[in-house]
């Protein structure tokens, strides 16, 4: 699963929808200026129209994740969209060694713009440096690296926005109720996202003083995880009245628990937007009513900002010359009312 900054890192926020829409290089209202109008605004921006040819390389870890394997999807159908655009992209390894390998390969390519997604930000910290040295600027994909000299951009999702849009959402459903109680079933506890997610979800619970949070289990994004720990949890606690669970993967087990437990008395809270998730929210014929974005359409993002620095543009809708140094896409929470919106981001 994805790894991100700190919170303090977060640069600009661009809600999913937005993302996903393409917002980020559309062209600006106006390319010309009038006398009293700062000359920034005439720099071109990125759009839709074909440019400059631009050689993109795209390295990532294995896709044995449903939210890897759509990222990678995102990445290639937002290059297919672009005439202007050639897209050379890795097998994909957790292997560290062999990432860099990869990455290596792509540098001796000579390819415009790099897009990295490491499968360690520590450890490929210095082939990002290399291909910054080399003049190929790196769009960094989620997973951060050590120093931002290894990157011109990073790009990625907000985990601890995940964890404290989770508990308002929860929070606000259990307002009147006295004495509410809710369960936590985090990821790895290992991963720094995990621990952001469970900060935000903590500080969000103290605005709602009539919330207990009385039980936490640690998964590793997995069904069988999910499952396993899930019943726990319900064996633990005789009454409930929410659960957060950080990843929809892992919840496809959590729910199954609760259905062999018979129980139905809470609301339940996913993490990251897969479509089975959706399809639950809009049936609403179960525990799960929502589930906060980690939305994967960030790789079509880093495809956009990629081509415009290997264009020499700049953002829509942005006064200045170049694109941002961090983009942070926005956790939005999706449930029954907006699900539809959503539904062609889902991923399997």
């Not at 919170?7 to 829409?21: E, H, I, K, P, Q």
């Not at 640690?218 to 957060?244: C, H, N, P, Y």
């Not at 998730?277 to 993002?301: H, N, R």
């Not at 829509?316 to 929470?333: D, H, K, N, Q, R």
């Amino acid at each position: 699963m994805p790894e991100t900054p700190f919170a303090s890192r977060r640069g600009l926020l661009f809600g999913a929808a937005a993302v996903s829409a393409g917002v980020l290089v559309t062209g600006c209202t106006s390319n010309e200026s009038s006398d009293d109008e700062p000359a920034a605004n005439n720099q071109p921006a990125a759009d839709d129209k074909p440019g400059k040819q631009v050689t993109i390389g795209f390295a990532g870890p294995q896709a044995d994740h449903g939210w890897l394997n759509a990222i990678n999807d995102n990445a290639k159908k937002r290059a297919e969209k672009y005439s202007d655009v050639t897209l050379e992209i890795t097998e994909g390894s957790n292997d560290t060694a062999q990432q860099i390998g990869q990455i290596e390969t792509l540098i001796n390519k000579k390819v415009d713009v790099l897009v990295i997604l490491p499968a360690d930000g520590k450890a490929l910290t210095q082939v990002g440096l290399k291909a910054m040295r080399a003049g190929i600027p790196v769009v960094n994909l989620d997973r951060i690296f050590n120093t931002p000299q290894a990157y011109r951009c990073w790009v990625g999702g907000d985990n601890y926005g995940m964890g404290l849009n989770a508990g308002h959402y929860i929070g606000e459903k259990l307002k009147g109720k006295q004495g509410a109680k809710v369960v936590e079933l985090a990821g790895l506890d290992n991963l720094e996202l995990t621990k952001q997610r469970t900060q935000g979800f903590d500080d969000a619970l103290k605005n709602y003083p009539n919330i207990q949070k009385v039980a936490r289990q640690a998964a590793e994004f997995t069904v069988e995880s999910g499952q396993a720990k899930m019943a726990q949890l319900l064996q633990a606690q005789s009454r409930i009245d929410a659960v957060w669970n950080h990843d929809d993967d892992q919840g496809v087990g959590a729910l199954r628990a609760i259905e062999q437990a018979g129980r139905d008395e809470f609301l339940m809270v996913g993490g990251a937007g897969a479509l089975s998730a959706f399809e639950a929210i809009k049936a609403d014929s179960g525990v799960l009513k929502a589930t906060v974005l980690y939305p994967p359409t960030m790789a079509a993002s880093a495809i956009d900002l990629a081509r415009a620095l290997g264009q020499g543009k700049g953002v829509g809708g942005l006064a200045e010359f170049e694109i941002p140094s961090s983009v942070t896409c926005y956790s939005a929470v999706v449930d029954k009312e907006n699900v539809d919106q959503y539904m062609p981001t889902g991923f399997k």
